[in-house]
């Protein structure tokens, strides 16, 4: 029983991490269109050049 | 994969990138284009041209994932000149827009634009790969929720009109994103309250996490320091809970306590403070009960109604998004006017009154203005709903907003943009959404009283509590400031008619007074103008009673022939009822449509005179028809009716009766008022013989007519007097006086006189049968109201007697009063709904107008 002492404080911990993580990717703009990559992640492709010029040009995940 | 996500494009034979059926090979021509190793079909040079580019340019893909055809050129509606604006020399229109921020030190600009028909993963992937390959692009990101796209790039390499060609190249109008139309700060309020209801549920299960062992160790097992650990561990992810997600109620109550006012935010934040403050002495006394998880349960829920009626919110603005896009984004200024004709493209934004604009056909009115030069015919339907092009010229007003159709014309601005009808009407929009209507100000009251009651109510059961059992007298007293529920009597009335008020906005009718739709419910007398209201408003052609041997037909032909050379309002009558014959009988054009005219002279005050095929015809009052015919046929005038003669030389042929046409629609208004108990009564200021044939037509009982406007006043007035309440509907401009007199008045919509009507509510569509629609709003919305009371009313009387017998405790006081406002918004939202039995063609005409108003015209 006395491992909770430690473990409920370190649980305390982990969820203050995880509103921290959670603040920095709803500024990141995240969660502003909960649609538009659901769609996107269906695409390929089907020319590597094109692919490597696209991704050249899009370099910020976040924005 | 794409196998799976070949929709339904790909199995209608047609044209396979647009879908219009594929000609037959005529002269051994066919176009197609190998797509995906397969010979496509296309319809024309056009499509399989874009479709080869498609997939040279390796993006096949697009036609696995895409959902529907590409739009043909009916749908087409950005005007290329435009575009250029958004060049780097006047970049600055866009900047002082609020659109555009740059970066100095980057030199790179960022941008938003809204873009118009994205419709499904293709449009995304196709727009963000096309604008990829521009150069000098950093960042493109296309949010399919708001239709809106945010792209940044170098402005020494690439030039923001550069962005708009590309996407006008794959089929996407795009326009410069509006702050306003997209309503950033309701964005800004959503996103942050997601964030405050992700924090709240987090810590409510993390709490319940420490509170469920204390629960269920009842028998004394859990010792002295586990139990403290726990509730100082429920104590931390409370604090999240409440510092940041609890907000809006602390800063409501605060704002309510500031301006002397109880609302619902102060219980709740008493209720919130009193349970904390209460459990924090507890977890550091030592001993005593916790309600950690009672407490971030609670404000989780109540987020969740919040969000709930947020939402509700932004899906109530979206009916405006359409009358946003109506302004044009430029104009052709012709500064040296009228000396030299040179034009120059400036932003609308920078137009000001006397500045003199050229405007081609098809495009969009920046603001409004009188016709210097010209005569064309504009398409005002996006501001009226009016889908007939209206006939305009010198020194005719024109709307901002509305599409010149036909010819070029040259307009001196009377208003700039900004004081343009079309933003008049949005301000009207905006204003009519702020009020807050009688029963609604009544709910607020209520609740106000309702909330210092309830807590002395509390205050009372605490103290009574502390005599019976003083253990159980705190959470009972927090369950009775919890479970009470004055956000659901608050609700009830708003938000139903936020619903109501974005359905009708839809149907282009606008409320301007909030009292609209209670007071027409009671209203017990209908009062209707004649002219413009019952009636069209301009001649129609009644009757043609033949006077010789010709065929009714053929003299209207010859009628029609002869008066497409007059601009006299009588002749337009005629022209519209040859037209009207030619288009019912099929006949691909009419007979005489080809036979020549000549000679046509105009007599003033008199009729036409001119030769059809070689033969003398004249046609207008009796009198000048009869010099022709040599001798003279009985006149019979009928009530109401004008009649023009045609005659030949020696021959009497027809008579064409004219008269002000019935509204198509009035019958079935009337008679759904009637059939609601209310009495229709016809006020009208033309003759009585005129009004009771028009009130007999309509089975309305009581005709007056040759009423002066004072006169009508006071016929009102003394109805009011009798205790009637009285609706009147008019055109809005000459009765003025006795619509605001009334107690909820119409009026007819008219783009140009929009700033001038003095009526409650607006039918922008011009059409009565718009006011059976708003009664009929009006019931629902008055039988939702009475639900969402009668239900915060019993959930009050039931659940309040409940808390403070300590039958609930306070969790079980949160669920069930957020579920109460949640019963209430979404029992509003359900007026959102237009029923589609209704529904002819005004939606399909709202969507449509914003696309295509040129197109349809110029077919006229």
Redesign the interface.
């Known amino acids: 029983?006395e491992a909770?002492?430690l473990l409920?404080?370190l649980?305390?911990g982990i969820?203050?991490i995880?509103?921290w993580l959670?603040?920095r990717m709803?500024d990141s703009g995240q969660?502003?269109?909960?649609?538009?990559p659901a769609?996107?992640i269906?695409?390929?492709?089907?020319?590597p050049e094109?692919n490597q010029?696209?991704e050249n040009?899009?370099?910020?995940g976040d924005? | 994969?794409s196998a799976v996500?070949c929709g339904s494009p790909q199995v209608v034979p047609g044209c396979f990138h647009c879908g219009l059926p594929v000609p037959l090979e005529t002269e051994g021509k066919s176009w197609q284009v190998l797509i995906d190793g397969v010979m496509r079909p296309m319809c024309c040079p056009g499509c399989q041209t874009v479709a080869q580019c498609i997939v040279d340019?390796?993006?096949?893909?697009f036609y696995s994932?895409r959902k529907w055809f590409s739009v043909t050129a009916a749908q087409e509606t950005l005007i290329p000149p435009e575009l250029q604006l958004y060049d780097d020399a006047h970049t600055s229109a866009v900047e002082q827009a609020g659109q555009t921020t740059t970066d100095p030190a980057m030199e790179t600009c960022e941008a938003a634009f809204s873009i118009e028909g994205i419709r499904?993963?293709a449009c995304?992937?196709l727009i963000?790969?096309r604008l990829?390959?521009l150069p000098g692009?950093?960042?493109?990101?296309?949010?399919?929720?708001?239709e809106c796209l945010?792209v940044?790039w170098n402005k020494t390499v690439c030039k923001p009109s550069d962005i708009l060609k590309s996407l006008r190249e794959i089929g996407y109008a795009a326009y410069p994103f509006d702050p306003v139309r997209h309503g950033e700060q309701l964005e800004r309020t959503r996103?942050k309250l997601?964030?405050q209801l992700?924090?709240a549920g987090?810590?409510m299960m993390?709490v319940m996490m420490?509170a469920l062992p204390v629960y269920l160790a009842t028998d004394g097992t859990m010792d002295e320091?586990?139990t403290s650990?726990?509730r100082w561990?429920g104590l931390?992810?409370t604090l999240?809970a409440i510092c940041y997600s609890a907000q809006p109620f602390f800063y409501g109550a605060w704002i309510n306590l500031k301006h002397r006012w109880l609302g619902m935010d102060v219980p709740v934040s008493i209720g919130i403070v009193a349970a904390f403050g209460g459990s924090v002495m507890a977890t550091l006394r030592g001993h005593g009960d916790v309600y950690f998880d009672s407490l971030t349960m609670f404000i989780f829920l109540l987020l969740c109604s919040r969000y709930l009626e947020l939402m509700a919110r932004r899906k109530a603005a979206s009916a405006l998004d359409n009358l946003h896009h109506a302004l044009p984004a430029s104009a052709w200024r012709m500064p040296g006017y009228p000396f030299c004709r040179d034009t120059e493209l400036i932003p609308a934004a920078q137009l000001r009154a006397d500045d003199v604009i050229l405007i081609k056909p098809g495009d969009a009115i920046a603001a409004d203005g009188v016709i210097l030069e010209g005569t064309t015919t504009v398409d005002v339907s996006l501001l009226t709903g009016e889908s007939q092009a209206q006939s305009k010229t010198i020194g005719a007003n024109l709307p901002g907003g509305a599409i010149n159709a036909t010819q070029p014309i040259v307009m001196r601005v009377t208003h700039a943009s900004a004081d343009s009808t079309l933003s008049v009407l949005m301000q009207l929009i905006v204003r009519a959404g702020q009020g807050k209507p009688q029963l609604s100000l009544w709910a607020d009251k209520v609740a106000a009283w309702f909330v210092g009651g309830l807590l002395l109510f509390a205050v009372v059961v605490f103290f009574l509590w502390q005599w019976i059992d003083p253990a159980r007298a705190w959470p009972i007293a927090i369950a009775v400031l919890v479970v009470s529920c004055p956000c659901a009597l608050s609700l009830a009335t708003p938000t139903a008619l936020a619903a109501a008020t974005d359905r009708l906005v839809r149907r282009k009718i606008l409320i301007v007074q909030p009292h609209v739709l209670e007071t027409l419910h009671r209203a017990t007398h209908i009062i209707f103008d004649k002219t413009g209201t019952l009636t069209v408003g301009k001649p129609v052609l009644q009757n043609i009673e033949t006077l010789g041997i010709a065929s009714p037909e053929w003299c209207l032909q010859v009628a029609a022939a002869l008066e497409v050379f007059s601009a006299h309002p009588l002749a337009g009558a005629i022209v519209d009822a040859a037209k009207d014959r030619s288009r019912q009988q099929e006949s691909d054009l009419s007979p005489l449509a080809a036979s020549c005219v000549n000679d046509v002279r105009e007599v003033a005050g008199q009729g036409l005179e001119g030769s059809v095929d070689g033969v003398l015809f004249r046609f207008g009052a009796a009198a000048f028809v009869e010099k022709l015919a040599g001798y003279s046929v009985t006149a019979q005038a009928a009530v109401g009716v004008t009649s023009i003669y045609l005659g030949s030389r020696a021959n009497w042929l027809a008579r064409f009766d004219v008269a002000d046409g019935l509204r198509s629609d009035a019958r079935q208004v009337v008679s759904h008022f009637r059939a609601a108990g209310k009495t229709v009564i016809l006020l009208s200021g033309d003759q009585q013989a005129v009004a009771r044939h028009v009130a007999e037509a309509l089975g309305i009982s009581t005709a007056l007519g040759e009423y002066l406007p004072e006169q009508k006043l006071a016929y009102v007035q003394a109805l009011q007097g009798d205790g009637a309440i009285v609706a009147m509907v008019g055109d809005g401009i000459n009765d003025a006086a006795v619509l605001r007199a009334a107690d909820v008045s119409f009026a007819m919509g008219n783009g140009a006189a929009l700033a001038q009507m003095h009526a409650d509510c607006v039918l922008l569509s011009g059409r009565l049968s718009s006011l059976s629609e708003v009664d009929a709003t009006a019931a629902q919305t008055l039988s939702v109201i009475r639900q969402n009371l009668t239900w915060a009313l019993l959930y009050n009387l039931v659940a309040i007697p409940a808390a403070a017998l300590g039958l609930l405790n306070p969790w079980l006081s949160g669920i069930g009063m957020s579920v109460s406002s949640a019963v209430v918004v979404l029992n509003a939202l359900r007026l959102r709904r237009i029923k589609h039995k209704s529904g002819d063609g005004i939606e399909a005409a709202t969507g449509a107008l914003v696309t295509s108003p040129s197109l349809r015209t110029s077919s006229m």
């Not at chain 2, 340019?57 to 893909?61: A, E, I, P, Q, S």
């Not at chain 2, 692009?137 to 708001?146: E, Y």
Request: net charge positive; charged share 20%.
């Open positions: 029983m909770l002492f409920v404080p649980s305390i969820v203050f995880a509103i959670f603040f709803s969660f502003d269109d909960m649609i538009g769609l996107r269906l695409h390929d492709d089907d020319r094109i010029k696209s040009v899009r370099p910020d924005g | 994969m996500l340019n390796g993006l096949c893909d994932t499904c993963a995304v992937w963000e790969r990829a390959r692009m950093c960042s493109i990101n296309v949010n399919v929720s708001t945010h940044r996103k997601f964030r992700f924090i987090l810590s993390q420490y320091a586990m650990l726990m561990a931390l992810l999240p």
